[in-house]
């Protein structure tokens, strides 16, 4: 890491130590390591610093730099890394990384620890903060407890730097700002300063006080031209996977981004769809190429899980793996709404600059949209609707393709039936036996079996009848929240 021992010795400047910035000399003591990292991370949210240093080798009260004998990244819990240990044990939001420097001819150790993000971080499923020189529990102090939970819901992670003090034409080396330009369609300035003033205005760099400039977390993951360069964000670069069969057993190519989200997004999109199987169809003496998939409900599946994504949740990032009969698209995090309410709740983001700056980029659909078309593409192909899955820390999204109604399975039938009540509904229709025949492509020689369905998806509650008074012949269907 560049300049570190200057950053030691400013650190070192300091008369005492602070909420975010703790020396030690030669102590590697395991779990006052971890709790230190959660105490440091919280006290730098708290005091509004996006970073946190835990230093070896200088003196706790003087601060005079004498050295440190070991190095961290060598050291063992037991039979396992220190480092490893201590990941394991920190809450998934705690990120650091540590660094040795050369400093007046000792060697220092640096941990560089990145400020809580959404929620505290935790050692141990215990919340840690810094109180004068000790560490001492958060729930102790509930004053502090509640302050720093309102710096945590103010805190933006698009905002925070990725890489500090550079100068301009650094900085607008690091990035791809052409693509900006030529997405928004506005001209490109000659001088560096006016392309700056854009950079600067959208929150894609920021300048500091000293003259220098920051790239933010927003800027990078969008404009970086190789994501490698801001170790904090490689881990959010899109992975895409290719498996012989239906099942993860062999691998047939994996490819990870190498650049930001706004730079690669169309080559990405290109590329999954050089991966889907295609077929030629003669309609009206002309060729047309149809792909498994709907490429409208790729293309915004795979927006959502860029934009959407938990960025607190560090090691991990989005994931479009490929399947002989499916698609997988996983991200970090979960959705902020209800997703039986996906189509009529007000769209929620945890990253909202960044999902603005996309669809005006017009790299996704409209705010609110983008499930809509999901759905309706792959109705209109008879596809099964999109299946959303929740796990602890991630969600999936799966899109399937052609597969009769006699081959799904109960709750996939189910969903794309409580799915198209809940498109109709949003339209001023409503679900009919017919209706829900045209979306599955059966015959009227199956109204049996879509009148059982229907039947059922109203014994689970997930649709109801408009006017229950009806008569069966002509009895309509509505999500049950309408």
């Known amino acids: 890491m560049e300049n570190l021992d200057r950053l030691i010795c400013q650190l070192c400047t300091y008369p005492d130590e602070t909420p975010w910035i703790e020396f030690k000399h030669n102590n590697y003591e395991p779990e006052m390591i971890g ?70 001819h000792v060697t220092v150790g640096v941990m560089i620890i990145q400020c809580a993000l959404s929620q505290p971080v ?22 502090l407890q509640s302050k720093l939970w309102g710096r945590l819901h103010n805190r933006n992670f698009e905002d925070q730097p990725a890489v500090r003090d550079l100068d301009l034409t650094t900085a607008l080396r690091m990035l791809d700002y052409n693509v900006y330009f030529d997405l928004i369609e506005i001209p490109q300035p000659v001088s560096a300063e006016n392309i700056a003033h854009y950079m600067v205005e959208e929150g894609i760099l920021s300048r500091q006080d000293n003259g220098l400039y920051t790239i933010t977390n927003m800027g990078a993951l969008l404009f970086a031209k190789r994501l490698a360069d801001f170790p904090k964000l490689s881990r959010k670069a899109v992975r895409v996977i290719q498996f012989e069969g239906n099942n993860r057993l062999n691998m047939l190519k994996e490819d990870i981004g190498e650049k930001g989200y706004a730079v690669g997004f169309e080559g990405l999109i290109k590329y999954i769809e050089a991966l889907i199987p295609t077929q030629e169809i003669i309609m009206a003496a002309l060729r047309e190429k149809r792909t498994a998939y709907p490429m409208l ?3 915004e599946a795979v927006a959502n899980a860029l934009i959407h994504q938990d960025f607190s949740i560090s090691g991990t990032g989005p994931t479009v793996e490929l399947f002989k009969d499916r698609m997988e698209i996983t991200n970090p995090g979960i959705p902020l709404v209800d997703v039986k309410r996906i189509i009529d709740n007000p769209p929620k983001s945890r990253n909202e600059r960044l999902a603005s700056l996309m669809r005006r980029l017009r790299m996704c659909e409209e705010l609110g949209t983008g499930w809509d078309k999901i759905v309706i593409s792959c109705e209109v192909r008879q596809l099964p609707t999109p299946r959303i899955e929740l796990y602890e820390e991630s969600t999936r999204v799966t899109i399937f393709s052609k597969i009769s109604f006699t081959g799904m399975i109960l709750e996939d039938r189910l969903w794309a039936c409580y799915m198209h009540a809940c498109i109709l509904h949003v339209q001023g229709e409503a679900l009919t036996n017919s209706s829900l025949r045209n979306r599955f492509g059966v015959p009227q020689t199956s109204s049996g079996s879509i009148s059982r369905l229907i039947k059922e998806a109203v014994t689970k509650g997930i649709i109801k009848p408009l006017d229950p008074a009806t008569s069966n012949k002509y009895m309509k269907y509505v999500p049950f929240w309408a």
């Not at 440190?68 to 220190?82: R, V």
């Not at 050692?123 to 509930?142: A, C, M, W």
């Open 35 to 104: 709790k230190d990292i959660s105490a440091l991370a919280n006290g730098a949210a708290l005091e509004e610093k996006s970073c946190a240093y835990l230093i070896w080798g200088v003196k706790d009260g003087t601060h005079e730099i004498v050295g440190t004998d070991h190095n961290l990244q060598n050291l063992k819990k037991g039979n396992e890394e220190l480092e490893n240990w201590l990941r394991r044990l920190l809450s998934k939001n705690a990120d650091f990384e540590y660094h040795t420097a050369m400093v007046n």
């Open 122 to 143: 935790t050692f141990q499923k215990t919340e840690y903060i810094r109180v004068g020189s000790y560490t001492k529990r958060l729930s102790e102090y509930p004053a």
């Open 297 to 299: 409900a790729v293309r």
